[in-house]
């Protein structure tokens, strides 16, 4: 039997701080003479050129040197909902947590600058993750693709307006002028995404899976984009919008399936769209299906009388709650013996903060509201809603069977060979030679630690069974992602300020 190492407490705000310093480690484009990863240096300054857009700038998803702007549109959403919800707790954090997002914001402006295109993604995926170059010197194909009236993508056109809608929330008390751009785009591209209906699987496919499809349609990105233009805006046209349209969610024949970064698990067909909606994605959420997070979201407008009477939005997000409930009658995920979340696939740690974070924001509006939540005979009380999540932050941080932060440069032992190009290779100032495709391998291949920490990385997770190899190679686990980080950063702001929930 795996024994739990409980550590007495954990330093939430010392986490915080390297959660948000990763993104500067996954910065692209020319660096701001404030870069706190000076280990990194500017990289792909001539993207977009080919098209005569500039594309420089944004995020790399993980480990690789490819810009895929569907996860970092989700990134940006989701670290904004961070912010809006426990800016409060982040002190001296947020100007830092602002500025990640304002990284993100100012490049998805730039992919959708040019009317009647957006930019999906920049980089030969396939060249890309053949070679093992640092992004400052690689010299893999630049591609930029773009969805287009006649090619289009909606669920990458509607998350980008989701970020954008919910970054110009962010933005403005500080910064009207640029929060009203933000606005304005998103809007323009939501309308985009809504009347050229397609997905992008089909437009750009060839280039963008197995490494992002879209298995769970783009209906659902459609409503979550709409749901934030409407709590921007308040504007009716966006409630009808979802009201309208969340009970005739077009089925597009495609399969259903989690997934995560390069991997396809749990396929299924499912002929009824809105069955399909009700009997079980209630339980979904993470840079593919919004469906969990758009019942949050809205369920605040309807308890608070802001949005309708209707209690559907309610119903779906008790039933999320109750899904992850380890006591619950409904339970749809697995915990390992050492108390981790788990749904089925590799990258495991992106379903624990993201679903996290969640139940950390339904059990404050429960709270405010004054709810009480069953699950059967069991009571859902925001307590313990918060220890839950809670379990989940400190398993993270070091309170699991191994003893180990999975949150590289947090604690005493953390993941040493994470699955991280730049991070894995010499530094520019101790090796400013350039090092080609086949010559990084060697790096890739070896058993020793990588030389530049990548400060606040959280990786894929350990196994089921609470294990944890430590491979470079095996990046379903040693991988970090933004859309890991993203949502732990709310999640460690608000144990910051609150250490004993």
Request: aromatic share 14%.
């Amino acid at each position: 039997m795996l024994k739990l190492v409980v550590v007495s407490s954990h330093d939430y705000g010392d986490a915080l701080t390297k959660s948000i310093l990763f993104f500067e480690g996954q910065r692209s484009g020319k660096l701001p003479p404030n870069q706190r990863v000076t280990w990194r240096k500017d990289s792909a300054l001539r993207d977009g050129i080919e098209f005569g857009v500039d594309l420089v700038g944004g995020y790399y998803d993980a480990g690789d040197n490819v810009k895929f702007s569907f996860p970092m549109a989700f990134t940006t959403t989701m670290l904004s909902w961070s912010v809006l919800e426990f800016g409060k707790d982040m002190g001296s954090d947020l100007p830092y947590a602002m500025d990640s997002i304002r990284w993100a914001t100012d490049y998805l402006l730039k992919a959708t600058s040019v009317p009647g295109f957006v930019f999906a993604q920049v980089g030969d995926p396939y060249a890309d993750h053949f070679c093992w170059e640092r992004p400052e010197d690689m010299d893999t194909p630049r591609t930029p693709y773009a969805v287009s009236k006649q090619f289009p993508g909606s669920e990458v056109s509607a998350e980008i307006a989701a970020a954008l809608a919910a970054s110009s929330i962010v933005f403005k008390p500080l910064d009207g002028g640029y929060s009203a751009r933000l606005l304005k785009r998103a809007r323009m591209v939501f309308e985009f995404a809504d009347t050229y209906r397609g997905s992008y699987n089909d437009s750009l496919g060839r280039w963008v899976c197995p490494f992002y499809c879209s298995y769970s349609g783009y209906e659902d990105e459609l409503i979550w984009g709409a749901a934030w233009l409407y709590k921007a805006t308040k504007s009716a046209f966006y409630w009808n919008y979802i009201t309208k349209n969340i009970n005739k969610i077009e089925n597009n024949n495609n399969n259903y399936a989690a997934v995560d970064h390069n991997n396809v698990i749990n396929s299924k067909n499912n002929n009824n769209a809105f069955q399909r909606y009700s009997s079980g994605t209630f339980a979904e959420f993470g840079w593919d299906t919004k469906y969990a997070g758009i019942n949050v979201l809205i369920s605040k407008f309807v308890m608070s009388g802001n949005g309708s009477s209707s209690s559907m939005f309610i119903n779906y997000a008790d039933k999320f709650i109750c899904s992850v409930l380890p006591e619950s009658p409904s339970p749809s995920v697995s915990y390992s013996p050492g108390g981790l979340l788990f749904k089925p696939g590799g990258s495991n740690m992106q379903h624990s903060t993201a679903l996290s974070f969640l139940v950390v924001v339904y059990s404050n509006y429960l709270n405010q509201y004054k709810r009480t939540l069953h699950c059967g005979n069991v009571v859902a009380s925001p307590s313990r809603l918060l220890q839950l999540a809670k379990t989940q932050v400190d398993y993270i941080l070091g309170s699991n069977p191994l003893g180990m932060s999975y949150m590289v440069g947090y604690g005493k032992k953390f993941p040493q060979r994470i699955h991280h190009r730049g991070s894995s290779l010499p530094s520019m100032a101790n090796y400013p030679q350039a090092i080609g495709c086949a010559k990084g391998k060697q790096y890739f291949q070896s058993n020793n630690p990588n030389p530049n920490l990548l400060i606040g990385a959280v990786v894929g997770g350990p196994d089921f069974k609470d294990s944890y190899a430590d491979s470079r190679v095996d990046f379903v686990y040693s991988e970090p992602t933004t859309y890991i980080n993203a949502p732990l950063v709310g999640l460690l702001a608000y144990f910051k300020s609150h250490p004993n929930s």
